[in-house]
Nanobody, 121 residues
Framework: RVQLVESGGGSVQAGGSLRLSCAAS????????MGWFRQAPGKEREGVAA???????SYADSVKGRFTISKDNAKNTLYLQMNSLKPEDTATYYC???????????????WGQGTQVTVSS
């Protein structure tokens, strides 16, 4: 199985940028489908971006054009570049992995512990 550890969260002002990282260990990273999710207080966890083992990507409408998901197989690391951040992007962000493609659904088997992103207006 794969273990996931997120980093890179923090507090920024609206319009700012952050890059989240998700370090994977314990299995062959390149075999996994991966995604970024977020959960704000009182809300359900939602899919933000996903990337397949062939590198194809998908995004939630709310982040299209602002967020970019990518991965570095050599470093076993998944990234989420977040630009033009808005207060409504405030949430705990999680990375997830599985050997099947769930896209933006929350059905992934493996999850990190989360990293907090706070965007102030």
């Amino acid at each position: 199985r794969v273990q996931l550890v997120e980093s890179g969260g923090g507090s920024v002002q609206a319009g700012g940028s952050l890059r989240l990282s998700c370090a994977a260990s314990g299995d062959t990273y390149s075999n996994y489908y991966m995604g970024w999710f977020r959960q704000a207080p009182g809300k359900e966890r939602e899919g933000v971006a996903a990337i397949d083992s062939d590198g194809s990507t998908s995004y939630a409408d709310s982040v299209k054009g602002r967020f970019t998901i990518s991965k570095d197989n050599a470093k076993n690391t998944l990234y989420l570049q977040m630009n033009s951040l808005k207060p409504e992007d405030t949430a705990t962000y999680y990375c997830a992995a599985d050997r099947v493609s769930w896209g933006l659904l929350t059905e992934y088997n493996y999850w990190g512990q989360g990293t907090q992103v706070t965007v102030s207006s």
